[in-house]
């Protein structure tokens, strides 16, 4: 079992920035894929970004040109810079690991941004 922690979410204004956190404990392996996911109030849990243990990163859409994935494997974290944030960007944001197939979820960070 992998437990992620997650941190760095509260209240934002409408084209303001913040940083999420989340801590990825133990050994990581090549085959090891993170991300973001987030799930708004009525919708379904979507992706933001990943990131593999090579460095290759993808955007959604909506976020592309304004969030940065990255990790820093010495301290075992993975982050989510969200830069000129909108309203739409409201959300439970959740840290993800996924090994062989299996997916492991921290417990949420809310991010709201205010207009």
């Known amino acids: 079992q992998v437990q992620l922690v997650e941190s760095g979410g509260g209240l934002v204004q409408d084209g303001g920035s913040l940083r999420l956190s989340c801590l990825v404990p133990?050994?990581?392996?090549?085959?090891?894929?993170m991300g973001w996911y987030r799930q708004a109030p009525g919708k379904a849990r979507e992706l933001v970004a990943t990131?593999?243990?090579?460095?290759?990163?993808t955007y959604a859409d909506s976020v592309k040109g304004r969030f940065t994935i990255s990790r820093d494997g010495a301290n075992k974290s993975m982050y989510l810079q969200m830069d000129s944030v909108k309203p739409e960007d409201t959300a439970v944001y959740y840290c993800n690991l996924n090994r062989d197939s299996t997916n492991y979820w921290g417990q949420g960070t809310q991010v709201t941004v205010s207009s």
């Open positions: 990131i593999t243990i090579g460095g290759i990163v």
């Open positions: 133990g050994i990581l392996f090549s085959s090891d894929r």
